[in-house]
């Protein structure tokens, strides 16, 4: 409906996903040790006239987080290159000489794609989309910023069993469901999220960030739009479903994932033009493939 006027500002996607851009975080953290250490030294200096011990300390408590969340990387980079000469023997597919793959579900016009592309500048970098409109998909094609040599978009039905995925088994880094999941069946659910497993590199992660359960939307959903618990048709025809963190813990460990992360993010949004405040509930999921997996 929106076409690409729909465009939104992502500056959360590399801070909340940084397994979207790892060599840049990576970058970007040593930048922010180096800032650090910098202020450190500076902060000891000012506590020489008394001030500032404690923003030394803090320096040195955040430091050392950042140290921890950069050896993090790297071992994950180890990980990735020791698989690399695993990796599959199918014929040629697109992207198929790539050595990070991302894949986002449900991409609509892109808004994830693009901010991808263009700050995850990793020359063995490809990205994967798909959306089941193939006007989303004909949106994501056409735009400027589209290019082949890096991206594939596809129309696809992530619910329909018989649609293959362009990429074989065990050769996907990243896979990223924004705000799908819930526009899909309930029972629907668990299948769709087996199969994308399967095309995770072992190590591989799922990302999700999607509605949670009681947020506001839910709250103000009228009588007669309930189609089954905690699911819900718009006026558009669209539906919804809110998640617990439980029942994606489900989803996703059933589809033989470890849990990384699972959070509620709670936030209140202020709509001063329409004075209309609101409570947000988020989720937040990060589930990777073992490396050894239990799945067949
Ligand atoms: C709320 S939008 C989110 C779009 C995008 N992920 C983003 O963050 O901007 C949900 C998208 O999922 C797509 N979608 C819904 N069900 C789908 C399905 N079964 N298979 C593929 N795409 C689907 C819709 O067409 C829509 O573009």
């Known amino acids: 409906i929106h076409e690409n006027r729909f465009f939104k500002d992502r500056h959360w996607l590399f801070t ?39 923003v030394g300390e803090q320096h040195k408590c955040s430091s050392s987080t950042l140290e921890h969340t950069a050896q993090m990387f790297s071992v994950e980079e180890t990980v990735t290159q020791k698989l690399s000469h695993l990796e599959i023997c199918a014929d040629e597919f697109p992207g198929s000489s790539a050595t990070y793959r991302i894949l986002e579900v449900g991409c609509g016009v892109g808004n994830t794609v693009f901010p991808i592309l263009q700050t995850n500048n990793d020359p063995g970098l490809f990205v994967y989309c798909c959306d089941f409109s193939s006007t989303a998909v004909e949106l994501v094609q056409t735009n400027s910023e589209y290019d082949s040599s890096r991206c594939f978009a596809f129309v696809h ?47 591989g992660m799922m990302l999700l960030r999607d509605y949670g359960r009681y947020d506001m939307a839910q709250l103000r959903f009228k009588k007669g739009q309930c189609l089954s618990e905690s699911f819900y048709v718009r006026g558009d025809g669209t539906r919804v479903y809110f998640f617990t963190q439980d029942e994606l813990d489900t989803l996703f460990t059933t589809a033989g994932l470890e849990k990384v992360q699972n959070l509620v993010d709670r936030r209140l949004q202020v709509n001063r033009g329409k004075q209309l405040i609101m409570y947000r509930v988020w989720i937040q999921c990060k589930y990777r493939k073992p490396l050894l997996s239990t799945t067949s």
Do not use: W
């Open 16 to 54: 909340e996903f940084p397994e979207l851009a790892p060599s840049q975080n990576q970058n970007h953290l040593k930048d922010l040790m180096l800032e650090n250490k910098r202020n450190e030294i500076s902060a000891c200096r000012s506590s020489e006239d008394g001030h500032g011990l404690t």
């Open 157 to 203: 039905d992530f619910c329909d069993e018989d649609q293959n995925y362009p990429v074989p088994g065990d050769s996907v880094d990243v896979i990223i469901l924004i705000f799908v999941l819930s526009a899909v069946l309930p029972d629907k659910m668990q299948k769709a999220i087996n199969r994308l497993s399967r095309l995770l590199k072992p190590g």
